[in-house]
């Protein structure tokens, strides 16, 4: 696919980037080839090839889910300005 100088005109113009005529021009060259690049990609065989999250089959180490932290619930609410049945009571901001 090859990006004539009104798509480019309009892209930036959707964008709101004020471009000058020679970046345009070099806009639309780097869009098409990489249109191009696209294109090339899409015409590659890739039937019975299973998709990849990541190049490398990589691990993560993973640690427990354990609990770290101790309930300061109380302490938290009892320094809150308005507290109701364990929920903190805020303002209304929408009417």
């Given at each position: ?7 480019v005109?309009?892209?930036?113009r959707l ?8 970046e345009m021009?070099?806009?639309q060259?780097?869009?098409?080839n990489?249109f191009?690049?696209?294109?090339e990609m899409?015409?590659v ?5 299973a998709?990849?999250s ?22 938290f609410q009892a ?8 929920l ?5 901001v929408?009417?």
């Amino acid at each position: 696919m090859s990006l004539n100088i009104a798509d480019v005109e309009k892209v930036a113009r959707l964008a709101r980037l004020a471009m000058t005529q020679e970046e345009m021009q070099t806009a639309q060259t780097q869009l098409s080839n990489i249109f191009g690049l696209i294109a090339e990609m899409q015409a590659v065989d890739t039937t019975g090839i299973a998709p990849m999250s990541h190049s490398q089959e990589l691990s993560q180490r993973l640690r427990e889910d354990v609990v770290t932290e101790t309930n300061q619930r109380e302490a938290f609410q009892a320094v809150a300005p308005q507290v109701e049945h364990g929920l903190y009571l805020v303002p209304q901001v929408i009417e």
